[in-house]
């Protein structure tokens, strides 16, 4: 992979705030492409004042989401602005990704159907809450109403407690993902027959999409999923056991491997005990085999048991806090924590290698309209003249 990323060349408008859109964008910045990030200019995207904590003058989940992005202010409600906003993304835009309230782009000449009329080749991404159709289209969409209207907190918690919701932006990052896996293959088909495409993407699909495992139970049965709080439910034993210094998650896959489980443990004869010889007859014998595993594990700590089921080929680890997980060794063997020029503010990096390299962020987030649209033309024919310039 070139210094500048398997998307170097591609130009991208990104009219959007908060997560998903940011976020989408942010991927493709990762991965080379120059992304031109529209915001207003009194105030910019809403992300930038969601703390404390604050760091350097911007809210912490904006560093998250905006590194790689030149911020170009623009009035979207000044008619001026918006034709110059037009004509740049007719001329110049590969990718544009939006996802102002329903209706908006539209007002503004700025929608999908309207931009590839001038523009036939371009890529265009709608980001939002419920999509094109449904009674609900109209609607705003946020993460924990999403979470809550498709079943996934209904999923989330302890069987005997109130649902809890997930505790990070599954829904608002898994849309930025879909997105970009829609980007990427409307690209590909551009190569190959010069047309554009207009992508729809939602919360509310996304949100479906991740109960994907419990609703083709549901399908089949009719009964409704419980909550399994620590534990899992496809194979046994699967889930969190308490040690003497904290708790361990473990996951056995096959019969095979419960078997190595039981002679690590000392335990060789619940390999051949009949009530626990398969997983079926495991899963019929839950609650019995986890208080026989639970009065075994209470006797060492994380770290000794985890290295005594790795060496026999299971698999468990410590149930780490999100501190112990930024400093573990293989969070920072990883790279997934990066700075960049510029800022020593760490944050989570693209999870994907290309050719053994895990792509850099090569500037911060950007200052809130650093550039206007006048300036964004002579800055995009420095870049044309000199393209290690951006």
Known sequence: MTKHGVLQGVTVIEITSSIAGPFAARILADMGATVFKIEPPDGGDAARKWGP???????????????????????????????????????????????????????????????????????????????????????????????????????????????????????????????????????????????????????????????????????????????????????IPNGAFKTNDGLMMLVVGTDAQFSSLCIAIGQPALATDERFVTNAARRRNEELLVSTLDAVFIKKSRAEWCSLLTIAGVAAVSLQDLGEAAASEQTIESEMLQDCPGDTLKVVGLPLRFNGERPRPDRKVPACGELSMESLQTFVKEIERNPNSS
């Open 53 to 235: 904590p604050f760091w350097e003058g911007d809210a912490t989940p904006f560093h998250a989401f905006n590194r790689g992005k030149r911020s170009v202010a623009v009035d979207l409600k000044d008619p001026a602005q918006c034709e110059s906003l037009r004509s740049f993304i007719v001329a110049q835009a590969d990718i544009v990704i939006q996802n102002l309230r329903p209706g908006l782009v539209d007002k503004y000449g700025l929608g999908g159907a309207t931009l590839r009329k001038s523009a036939p080749g371009l890529i265009y991404c709608n980001i939002g809450g419920f999509g094109t159709k449904g009674p609900m289209k109209s609607q705003l969409g946020y993460e924990a109403l999403i979470q809550g209207l498709t079943g996934l907190i209904s999923l989330t918690g302890e069987p005997d407690r109130e649902p809890v919701r997930i505790g990070t932006s599954l829904v608002d990052m898994g849309t930025s993902m879909w997105s970009v896996v829609g980007i990427l293959g409307a690209l590909s088909r551009k190569r190959l027959t010069g047309e554009g495409c207009l992508i729809d993407a939602c919360l509310y699909d996304t949100g479906i999409a991740w109960t994907a495992l419990a609703m083709a139970g549901y399908q089949a049965t009719g009964r409704i999923p419980t909550r399994q709080g620590l534990r899992g439910t496809a194979v």
